[in-house]
C-alpha cells in the first residue's frame, strides 16, 4: 500500500514536465505559459503537509491515507479530461494537496506499525519506489505522450492507485485517532503561507530569475512568515508543527543532513539530464537510459546498509555515503564534450552506490530517539525537511550555471559551467559529509537492535500494549 502511494505521488510529481509541450499545442499556448501547471503542484504539495500530523492524530492514519489517496486518483483523472489551462491549473492544485497529506500519512503509519529493527528491514522494499518513480517518471512519460496522449501522463495514476486504495480499505490496519487536542488554525495560516511562498520563490527562481520581483518578493515574505511561524508555534501549547521536536539532537542532525544532503543528490539527478540534452545534443531517451542506472546503484547500497546499520550505525554509513557522493561528483566535473554515455551511466551508477548510504539509515535514525506519540509530528516535519530540500536542489543547480557562465553565452552554458556546477555541488556534499561523522548515533544502533535505552520498562510495556491494540483494530 506505502510502496504503491509513493510510487505514484512521486511519479506525478516528474512525469507532467514531459507532456507540457503536448499540452501546449492542443491548448494553443507556450510552453512558458503552462507554468502554472508544474509549480502549483509542490507550492499545494507544501502548504498541505502543516496539517497532516493533526488529521492522522484526530482521525487515524489508515482513514487519512485512504482519503487522500481518493482524493488524489479523482483529481488525476480530472487532470485527463481537463478542456482548458485553468480547470487543469485547478485540478493539479487538488494533486498537490492530496500529495502533501499522502507522504506523511503512509510514513506515519509505517512508522506507528513497525519497531525500529523492523523499519531497517522494510526500507529495502521501500527504496525502490523512490529510486525507480523519478528515474522511470520521463521514459514512461515520453512513451504515454508519443503513442497515447498527454492525458494519460495523469490517467497512468489509476492503474496503480485503485488496487492500492481497494487492498488499503479491505486488508490495512493502522492506528486509530487518539484525539488531537485543539487545531492550530493560526499555525495552519502561518505555516501554510511561509512553506508556499518559499516553495514558489525556489521553484520559480530559476525560470523567471532570483532578481525578478516575483520571486524576490516571495523569498522575502516566505521568510518573514517562516520567522512568524516558527516563534508562534515555539509558544503555542498544542502547535500544529511541534517545532520543539527539533531540540532531539539525533532528530534535529539527521534532518540537517538529508537537508543538506538533498542538494548534491537532487542536484545531480537535475543537472546530468541538461548537460546529456543541452550540451552534449543527445535525445531525451538517450539522456533518461543514462540517468537510470542510479537507481540499480540505490537498491544494492540499501540491502547492505540494512545489514550493517544495527552493527556499525547510521554515522559511518551515512559519512561514507556522502563522502561517496562528492567523490563521484568530482568525476562528473571531469566530463566534457567528448564524454561518452556509457562514461555517464558507470558514474550515475556510482552515484547511487553512494546515495544507498544516505537515505534509508538517516531516515531510520531521525525517529530512534522520538517518543511513540509524536511520531506522526515527526513524520511531518521529515516530510517538510525533505520537500524543502528537493527543491532547494534545482536553485542551487541553476545558480551555480549562472555563475558559471559569460554573460554572452547565458542562453547556453558551455562546458565549464556544468563542470562548476558538480563542483559546486561536491563540495556542499563534502561539508554534509563532514557533519554526518559527528552524528551520535548510540541510540539509533541500540533501537535496530531491539534496544530502548531511553525509555523505562514500565513504558515499554504499555507501549506493547497500545500497539497490540491497534493492530486488533
Given amino acids: 500500500m506505502c510502496v504503491s502511494v ?6 506525478d510529481g516528474a512525469i507532467t514536465t514531459v507532456a507540457l509541450p503536448s499540452i501546449a499545442r492542443q491548448f494553443g499556448l507556450t510552453t512558458a505559459a503552462l507554468d502554472g501547471v508544474v509549480v502549483i503542484y509542490p507550492v499545494c504539495l507544501a502548504m498541505a503537509i502543516p496539517s497532516s500530523a493533526w488529521l492522522v492524530e484526530r482521525c487515524g492514519a489508515k482513514r487519512v491515507l485512504l482519503v487522500a489517496l481518493a482524493a488524489f486518483l479523482a483529481s488525476s483523472l480530472l487532470c485527463g479530461t481537463a478542456a482548458g ?7 493539479r492544485a487538488v494533486q498537490g494537496l492530496s500529495a502533501g497529506v499522502l507522504f506523511p500519512a503512509s510514513s506515519a503509519l509505517l512508522l506507528h506499525t513497525f519497531s525500529a529493527a523492523e523499519q531497517v528491514r522494510l526500507s529495502r522494499y521501500m527504496i525502490v519506489p523512490q529510486q525507480i518513480a523519478p528515474a522511470a517518471a520521463p521514459i514512461l512519460g515520453g512513451l504515454l505522450v508519443d503513442h497515447l496522449s498527454w492525458r494519460w501522463v495523469f490517467y497512468v495514476n489509476a492503474p496503480v492507485g485503485v488496487p492500492a486504495l481497494l487492498f488499503g480499505a479491505l486488508f490495512l490496519t493502522g492506528h486509530r485517532g487518539r484525539g488531537a487536542g485543539r487545531f492550530d488554525l493560526t499555525g495552519l495560516l502561518l505555516t501554510a503561507s511561509a512553506l508556499g511562498t518559499v516553495m514558489f520563490g525556489v521553484c520559480e527562481g530559476p525560470e523567471r530569475g532570483w532578481t525578478s520581483a516575483p520571486v ?10 517562516t520567522a512568524a511561524a516558527v516563534a508562534f508555534e515555539l509558544r503555542t501549547a498544542e502547535p500544529l508543527l511541534k517545532l520543539r521536536l527539533f531540540a532531539d539532537r539525533l532528530f534535529r542532525d539527521t534532518n540537517l543532513i538529508n537537508f543538506l544532503g538533498l542538494v548534491p543528490i537532487f542536484g545531480a539527478l537535475y543537472l546530468t539530464p541538461l548537460f546529456l540534452q543541452e550540451r552534449l545534443g543527445r535525445t531525451a531517451l538517450e539522456s533518461g537510459t543514462s540517468t537510470f542506472p542510479e537507481a540499480f546503484g540505490v537498491l544494492l547500497t540499501v540491502q547492505l546498509a540494512g545489514v550493517l546499520y544495527a552493527r556499525v550505525g547510521p554515522r559511518l554509513i551515512v559519512g561514507c555515503g556522502m563522502a561517496g557522493v562528492s567523490a563521484v561528483l568530482l568525476l562528473f566535473a571531469g566530463c566534457d564534450a567528448h564524454t561518452g554515455l556509457w562514461t555517464v551511466r558507470a558514474y550515475m551508477f556510482l552515484l547511487g552506490l553512494a546515495m544507498g548510504g544516505v537515505f534509508m539509515p538517516t531516515m531510520v535514525a531521525s525517529v530512534a530517539t522520538i517518543d511513540r506519540a509524536d511520531l506522526s509530528q515527526a513524520s511531518t516535519l521529515n516530510t517538510v525537511v525533505r520537500q524543502t530540500g528537493g527543491a532547494f536542489a534545482p536553485a542551487a543547480v541553476t545558480t551555480a550555471l549562472v555563475l558559471g557562465t ?3 553565452a547565458a542562453a547556453h552554458p558551455p562546458v565549464g559551467a556544468y563542470q562548476h556546477a558538480y563542483v559546486v555541488l561536491a563540495a556542499i556534499a563534502a561539508v554534509t559529509a563532514v557533519f554526518a561523522f559527528t552524528l551520535p548515533d ?4 541500540a533501537a535496530a537492535g531491539g534496544v530502548t535505552r531511553h525509555r523505562s520498562l514500565p513504558v515499554r510495556r504499555r507501549e506493547e ?4 491494540s491497534e493492530a486488533a483494530h
Fill in 406 to 408: 559569460p554573460a554572452a
Fill in 465 to 468: 500494549a497500545v500497539r497490540s
Fill in 85 to 91: 489551462l485553468g480547470p487543469l491549473v485547478a485540478y
Fill in 216 to 225: 524576490t518578493v516571495a523569498l522575502a515574505v516566505g521568510t518573514v512568515l
Fill in 6 to 11: 509513493t510510487f505514484i505521488a512521486i511519479v
Fill in 442 to 445: 548510540g541510540a539509533a544502533r
